[in-house]
């Protein structure tokens, strides 16, 4: 069973920045691709960051903005969230794959493991 603990989350005002990290373990692929997605109230889950090796791929919304990264321990990854604007408010999730196809990884359909989420909130 794949294990994804999130931490990092919290309150900002737009302009601020947030760095979210996800440890993972008991992932085949935990060394080489992993994704965020986020849920706004209301809102369908969707897509914001993935890495698979040395490929990343980001919303329209957040490119500029965010990083995705190798974290600073093993199997640890970080998404660090720059120039936030209110609209990034929502529940933030680290998420797993059963393939790491780069131009797939976006897609809900793509994840088998989601972490606990933890919130962002931006105010303006």
């Known amino acids: 069973q794949v294990e994804l603990e999130e931490s990092g989350g919290g309150s900002v005002q737009a302009g601020g920045s947030l760095r979210l990290s996800c440890k993972v373990s008991?992932?085949?692929?935990?060394?080489?691709?992993m994704g965020w997605f986020r849920q706004a109230p209301g809102k369908e889950r969707e897509g914001v960051a993935a890495?698979?090796?040395?490929?990343?791929v980001y919303a329209d919304s957040v490119k500029g903005r965010f990083t995705i990264a190798r974290g600073d321990s093993e199997n640890t990854w970080s998404l660090q969230m720059n120039s936030l604007k209110p609209e990034d408010t929502a529940t933030y999730y680290c998420?797993?794959?059963?393939?790491?196809?780069?131009?797939?990884?976006?897609?809900?359909?793509?994840?088998?493991?989601w972490g606990q989420g933890t919130q962002v909130t931006v105010s303006s």
């Open positions: 998420v797993t794959y059963d393939r790491c196809w780069a131009s797939r990884l976006l897609f809900q359909s793509e994840v088998n493991n």
């Open positions: 008991r992932y085949a692929y935990a060394s080489y691709c």
């Open positions: 890495i698979a090796g040395a490929t990343t």
